[in-house]
């Protein structure tokens, strides 16, 4: 157990529709990443928030957004879903973001959130 | 081309083999990650490396950063060790954050 957790588990929904998915960082781990992992694209990063803060931007349509609350819990949202938005999205925290030439953080990925998109 | 290229992309084994999974990269980074992704999907963290050579129990991981090439052995597999195994790069992003890039996986399969 990575101590990072996401809801729901699954999620079946229909294209158009609207979704949120949530996560937990692990116990004082500032920073949170979002990954999506499809069949044909493997792991890529969408997005990394540190305390509160958008930090840096990946792969991340635009009918995508995301947010990083007080709590440090953090929430993906995805809109006007379509059939290829169907995948694996993970959650990881790490304690600060990496600068650098300093030091590394490790991520601590959550369980994944399996999205279908009918 | 990948940024991140993994080779074998699938391997079987029998139980007690010695295992090798290599990682190729082209990008500057500041520090490569092992994970392994178990059947059910979960994703663990194995090995964050920037340079020389690091064990972990059975498993040890290297890195050649003038080569831009890193691997990851597994001694005496196990069935349990049954899993995708992925390599991961961190580059940097402006304003200096990381980002992680992935390899697309190396399927491990141990057979008793």
């Known amino acids: 157990d990575s101590g990072v957790t996401q809801t729901p588990k699954h999620l079946i929904t229909a294209t158009g529709q609207r979704v949120t998915l949530r996560c937990s960082p692990r116990s004082g781990d500032l920073s949170v990443y979002w990954y999506q992992q499809s069949l044909d694209q493997g792991l890529q990063f969408l997005i990394q928030y540190y305390n509160g803060e958008e930090r840096a931007k990946g792969n991340i349509l635009e009918r995508f957004s995301a947010q990083q609350f007080p709590d440090l819990h953090s929430e993906l949202n995805l809109s006007s879903l379509e059939l290829g938005d169907s995948a694996l999205y993970f959650c990881?925290?790490?304690?600060?973001?990496?600068?650098?030439?300093?030091?590394?953080?490790?991520?601590?990925f959550g369980p994944g959130t399996r999205l279908t998109v009918l | 081309k990948n940024e991140v290229e993994q080779s074998p992309q699938n391997l079987t084994a029998q139980e007690g083999e010695f295992i090798t999974i290599n990682c190729s990269y082209s990008?500057?980074?500041?520090?490569l990650h092992w994970l392994q992704q178990h059947p059910g999907g979960g994703i663990v963290s194995l090995f964050m490396l920037s340079s020389g050579k690091k064990k972990h129990g059975r498993l040890i991981a290297t890195i050649n950063i003038q080569e831009k090439h890193s691997s990851l052995h597994i001694t005496a597999s196990h069935p349990r060790d049954s899993a995708v195994y992925i390599c991961?790069?961190?580059?940097?992003?402006?304003?200096?954050?990381?980002?992680?890039?992935f390899g697309a996986g190396t399927r491990l399969a141990v057979h008793p």
């Open positions: 991961a790069v961190e580059t940097l992003l402006s304003g200096g954050y990381n980002k992680l890039i």
């Open positions: 990881a925290s790490s304690v600060a973001p990496v600068t650098s030439g300093t030091w590394y953080n490790e991520q601590f």
């Open positions: 990008v500057g980074i500041s520090a």
